[in-house]
């Protein structure tokens, strides 16, 4: 079964740090991974995907990477803004139509 | 870009009643929807799978018979939890994925239950 294990839990930074957050899992054979982006109370906004073949993606300040080989994926988060303050979620999918395994997220903090 | 929404947003109600939330599709047909349940600082808990047409599949530990999935259309399912007790209380999210957007999946707002 996939465990997919986010670190740091949660993380508490000054405003214009950048960031690293970590998501590992455990089967290498995903069809894709997602980051996605959760404010209290609210649902989930995507903010990155990358398919099994690619191994980075970016949006803005945003960069997510992918080692499939390693079972690892980092989310790169420059420039923090207190607009930032979620909770960030990995998740992978193992099949064209599958299910998403989640980790516990992020809970990020970033204050002015 | 791909629309999934999810009613209602909040809902409170008495121990033993049911509870219906909905999750359209808007702007795609859903192949297959997935119910979550997330408690406050956890993750996203998979609760079922369902398909359009069939029935859904549940994942182990999820009564089947407190959680009645419904996916009678290609832009609609629904979650009935039924007999609710203040354990269910927690919060509820759907995503829809379609054959046409296989890349990455659309989720809904959510619907937090609140049962008293």
């Known amino acids: 079964k996939q465990e997919v294990t986010q670190i740091p839990a949660a993380l508490s930074v000054p405003e214009g740090e950048n960031l690293v957050l970590n998501c590992s899992f455990t089967d290498s054979a995903i069809y894709n991974l997602q980051w996605f982006r959760q404010d209290p109370g609210k649902g989930l906004t995507s903010l990155l995907l990358i398919q099994s073949s690619q191994r980075e993606q970016t949006s803005g300040r945003l960069n997510a990477s992918l080692d499939k080989s390693s079972g690892r994926s980092t989310l790169y988060i420059a420039a923090s803004q207190p607009g930032d303050s979620a909770t960030y979620l990995c998740?992978?999918?193992?099949?064209?139509?599958?299910?998403?395994?989640f980790g516990r997220g992020t809970q990020l903090t970033v204050w002015p | 870009g791909a629309v999934v929404s999810q009613h209602p947003s909040w809902v409170i109600c008495k121990s033993g009643t049911s509870v219906k939330i909905e999750c359209r599709s808007l702007?795609?047909?859903?192949?297959?929807m997935f119910w979550y349940r997330q408690f406050p600082k956890q993750s996203l808990m998979l609760m079922a799978t369902?398909?359009?047409?069939?029935?859904?599949?549940?994942e182990q530990g999820v009564e089947k018979d407190k959680f009645l999935i419904n996916h009678a259309s290609l832009t609609l399912s629904t979650l009935t939890v039924t007999s609710a007790h203040p354990e269910d209380s927690s919060f509820y999210i759907c995503?829809?994925?379609?054959?046409?957007?296989?890349?990455?999946?659309?989720f809904g707002s959510g619907t937090r239950l609140t049962v008293v």
């Open positions: 702007d795609f047909q859903a192949t297959t």
């Open positions: 995503s829809a994925a379609s054959t046409e957007q296989i890349l990455g999946y659309t």
């Open positions: 369902s398909n359009e047409g069939s029935k859904a599949t549940y």
């Open positions: 998740a992978v999918r193992g099949s064209t139509l599958g299910r998403l395994y």
